[in-house]
């Protein structure tokens, strides 16, 4: 779809859904597009939407945004077949859902920061790709320990980079919940003729790369950290590059341990992860959310299946009519041809028998509940009816006969495979797998 103005994206969001000011609306939809804040963008942006160094996005006359192709894909899936339930918004002229439907659990992939009424959260971002690999392992194993768990999902995986310092801090969050994670910068140091310069390549998480050089010029100043003769930020679209000079007889690790000691290229990431269960507030671990999750996604192929299910059988309620109305041709015609109006023959179609013995198979397989069939005799409902009557005559040759059989026989096939996924749970499961594997 093409790019539209973010102007009109917030007035249609606070029109229809969410009647609080545009800039909090605006401001969420700029976080989305933004990828040093977020694991996964779910916005496609267009235009300044603001940078690591802090710059705020442009005004939303100026930007434009579509929904990301990963976004399309995994939150709006079959989002048309009932699988969530449907509020009204706040003036009850819209319906809006009550959750999306995910493919994935956001609230890990892309994190969380929030405070609420007594309560404050702050998730952390972890890798798409472990996240998958963790629900695949639970799956497949239901006694899988958090150890276990943890070997898979080692801890976050933040969007800026940097490097997490030993594993207890991650430990700790990924089984209580509660937890500080120490996050450091990704350095390396380069030699030039006569000196040296230490060269960031990744800062922590949250960390505003415009601050934090003015920081360490102050330090530098102030003679609090000794050592540095230039900073210069050499960043570019190839990524980020911060580079230190040092003074001809400064040492490298020392100056980089007072950097880390005074400044934010070393920070604590506090982890929390409160979030909502079902209406109720709850203190989530990693595989909590993993097990909450996957019992989310097997109600969301449930219901799903059921609206396919019903659609398949409303389908093949249609065809049975026409079926047995091709095979008592000479019949139906014959009825029709003698009513005085298309509401006679209506009445005349549904308050006789048909002869459907060759279609009995189907007709218990669909095991339609608005088809009445007894003693080897069909009789029509008013739907059916209404079918037959609006056939075109281009229906009754031969090839679209033929036509019409096979399109039974494949809703048949269908059906069954719909009743046989709501019946077995191993198979909603499977299809998890599947769906968890695709993204």
Not at 164 to 175: C, D, F, N
């Amino acid at each position: 779809k093409p790019y539209r103005k973010c102007a009109r994206i917030v007035g249609d969001t606070m029109g229809k859904y969410h009647p609080h000011g545009d800039s909090s609306i605006y401001e969420a939809l700029v976080v989305m597009a933004q990828e040093f804040k977020k694991g996964l963008v779910m916005v496609d942006g267009h235009g300044n939407f603001g940078s690591i160094e802090g710059d705020g996005a442009a005004a939303m006359r100026y930007t434009e945004a579509r929904l990301a192709k990963f976004t399309q894909e995994a939150f709006l899936a079959d989002l048309d077949k009932d699988i969530v339930n449907f509020l009204p918004n706040f003036d009850e002229t819209e319906k809006e859902p009550e959750v999306l439907p995910v493919r994935v659990p956001n609230l890990l992939v892309n994190g969380a920061e929030g405070i609420a009424v007594g309560m404050a959260t702050n998730v952390p971002t972890y890798n798409l790709g472990e996240i998958c690999n963790g629900i695949l392992a639970i799956l497949n194993n239901a006694e899988l320990t958090d150890d276990e768990l943890f070997n898979i999902i080692p801890g976050p995986d933040f969007p800026t980079g940097g490097i997490i310092m030993g594993r207890a801090g991650s430990y700790k969050a990924h089984t209580t919940g509660r937890g500080s994670i120490i996050v450091r910068s990704k350095t390396h140091v380069e030699d030039f003729r006569d000196h040296q310069a230490i060269v960031v390549d990744e800062i922590p998480y949250q960390v505003n790369k415009a601050q934090l050089i003015i920081k360490i010029a102050e330090l530098s100043k102030e003679k609090r950290i000794e050592g540095i003769s230039e900073i210069r930020d050499e960043s570019s679209k190839e990524g980020l590059r911060v580079v230190i000079e040092l003074k001809r007889d400064a040492i490298a690790d020392v100056v980089l341990n007072h950097l880390f000691q005074y400044t934010e290229m070393q920070t604590n990431f506090p982890v929390n992860m409160m979030a909502l269960n079902r209406g109720r507030p709850m203190l989530f671990n990693v595989r909590g959310v993993l097990d909450a999750f996957i019992e989310f996604r097997a109600e969301v192929i449930r219901r799903r299946t059921i609206f396919d299910l019903n659609k398949a059988r409303n389908r093949a309620h249609t065809l049975l009519g026409l079926s047995v109305a091709v095979g008592n041709l000479d019949e139906v015609i014959a009825l029709i041809k003698s009513s005085e109006s298309p509401e006679a023959a209506r009445t005349a179609l549904t308050a006789r028998g048909w002869r459907a013995s060759d279609i009995e198979s189907y007709i218990q397989l669909i095991d339609d509940p608005n088809t009445e069939y007894k003693d080897g005799m069909f009789h029509m409902s008013e739907d059916q009816a209404r079918a037959i009557l609006e056939l075109q005559l281009h229906r009754l040759t031969g090839l679209e006969r033929d036509k019409i059989h096979n399109d039974l026989v494949d809703l048949g096939a269908v059906i069954k495979d719909l009743l046989d996924i709501l019946g077995s749970y191993e198979r909603i499961v499977q299809i998890i797998r599947d769906e968890t594997a695709a993204v």
